[in-house]
């Protein structure tokens, strides 16, 4: 395995952190308010910041180069969404939003959908979204998903009844997850298909309105008899666990790098406002609750980030590392909600007001314990493999991770 430590230290990981933050301290910051209002605006805003983004080659930079990407190996990329994750709006700026659908693209399109789906994407000239969680059955077990698609003729004719499937408002397509195998077994029985929004049939019922986001762009949408054609089947049928699996797998890493980022940020602003508010005849940092968040916060983060850094390590040495990413994403979700809590109480009223950017932060930090496999999932990987192996006479090494009983 690589040393992490001389990959974060080496002149070209310095060099982009250093380009990213400073690109953060122009651009991104200064326009968090207009970008958060939305509209016409907003877009402008967003778009010249693309295009900054572009000029400097910062432009969706963990993409492979054949594609329209920075063509930066797995390794660096982490450590550059730890800066990319302060802002929110810097995924978007700097072309990183789309990375887990381009990924998906890259991997299992055929030559005709990367043309048409997979170059404008990249680009920044069209929004993806993913279709798969559904009101009436269980999201953390999608082996329950009831869209059907059915074969008549050349084409799919695909019903049934989505929601969550964020910025389909905006997208040029969404990637649905649908039984088409309804007599394989489990876990062959679902394909993906891609679906133009245009397409007749593709009903938004409603932007669902989310806590602190009356607007909404997590879709509920209802698919009526939509027909593509065959050809919009993503890889291969009965595929979609897999596809949906390596959709996810190192964009976890990604994840989890950015809400280092987030909290790394939020513990600026406690820390600073510690210094300068004067409570009781002295700064909030001489009182000892507040030492204790703010040591507690800089222990977590640490530590949420050296278990990252484990599983990215792994990750790049080829191992799939389900224990180590499962690990990190219900511990990285909790020590990003709890040092965001912690710089909000720290800030009083101001912490809830919307004049910095905690309260919008803590709110997408609570969104974090639930999307991608909620907290509860992930914990039960963990302890169910670990307590597999230990069945089996192996172990958990806290080394080298789960470790088989050696043949005798
Ligand atoms: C902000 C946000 C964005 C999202 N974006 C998308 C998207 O783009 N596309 C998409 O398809 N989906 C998206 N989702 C949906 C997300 O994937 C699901 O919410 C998630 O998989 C959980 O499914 P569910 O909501 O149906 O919860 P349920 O499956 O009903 O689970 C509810 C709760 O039950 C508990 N639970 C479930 N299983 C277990 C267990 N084995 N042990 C113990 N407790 C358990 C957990 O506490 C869980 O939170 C998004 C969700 C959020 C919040």
């Known amino acids: 395995m690589q040393n992490v430590a001389e990959i974060e230290a080496s002149p070209e990981v310095q060099d982009l952190r250093s380009r990213v933050s400073s690109f953060l301290d122009e651009l991104i910051y200064p326009n968090e308010k207009v970008l958060d209002q939305g509209g016409d605006e907003a877009r402008r805003t967003l778009k010249s910041i693309q295009a900054k983004a572009k000029e400097r080659g910062l432009w969706a930079l963990g993409l492979p180069k054949e594609i329209g990407g920075g063509g930066l190996p797995f390794m660096p990329y982490v450590f550059v969404n730890e800066i990319v994750g302060r802002s929110e709006h810097a995924i978007a700026g700097l072309g990183t939003h789309s990375a887990q659908d381009a990924t998906m693209l890259h991997l299992y399109a055929s030559p005709e959908q990367k043309k048409r789906f997979l170059a404008p994407l990249v680009n920044g000239d069209i929004y993806p979204s993913f279709s798969m969680t559904e009101p009436e059955v269980s999201g953390a077990d999608p082996t329950g998903l009831r869209t059907r698609a059915v074969q008549d003729g050349d084409e799919w004719v695909i019903n049934g009844h989505k929601w969550f499937t964020s910025g389909a408002n905006v997208a040029a397509f969404s990637t649905v997850m649908c039984v088409t195998e309804p007599d394989a077994p489990t876990y062959d029985r ?5 679906v133009p929004t245009d397409t007749p049939g593709y009903e938004i019922v409603r932007a669902v309105p989310v806590m602190g986001d009356t607007r909404g762009g997590h879709c509920e949408i209802r698919y009526n008899n939509v027909r593509v054609p065959l050809t919009n089947l993503l890889g291969s049928r009965g595929q979609a666990f897999k596809i949906a699996q390596k959709r996810l797998g190192p964009g976890r ?18 820390v600073t406002r510690a210094i300068n508010r004067q409570s009781f005849g002295g ?28 599983a990215a390590a792994k990750v790049d040495a080829g191992d799939e590392a389900r224990v180590e990413i499962s690990l990190i994403k219900f511990w990285g979700a909790k020590v ?6 912690r710089a909000i109480q720290v800030h009083g009223a101001l912490g809830v007001s919307e004049d910095t950017p905690l309260a919008k932060m803590y709110r997408h930090a609570r ?35 789960l470790v088989s009983k050696p043949a005798n």
């Open 190 to 194: 679902f394909s993906m298909i891609i």
């Open 336 to 341: 990003l909600h709890d040092v965001i809590d």
């Open 283 to 310: 700064p909030l940092s001489d009182k000892q609750t507040i030492q204790n968040w703010i040591a507690d916060s800089a222990a977590e983060i640490q530590a949420a980030r050296l278990l990252t850094l484990n």
């Open 367 to 401: 969104f974090a314990r639930i999307y991608d496999g909620p907290d509860e999932v992930h914990r039960m990987v963990v302890s169910r493999r670990i307590v597999r192996e230990f069945k089996k006479g192996g172990k958990w090494d806290f080394g080298r991770g």
């Open 253 to 270: 890493i990604y994840h989890c790098m950015r809400w280092l980022g987030q909290a790394q940020r939020a513990f600026e602003l406690m």
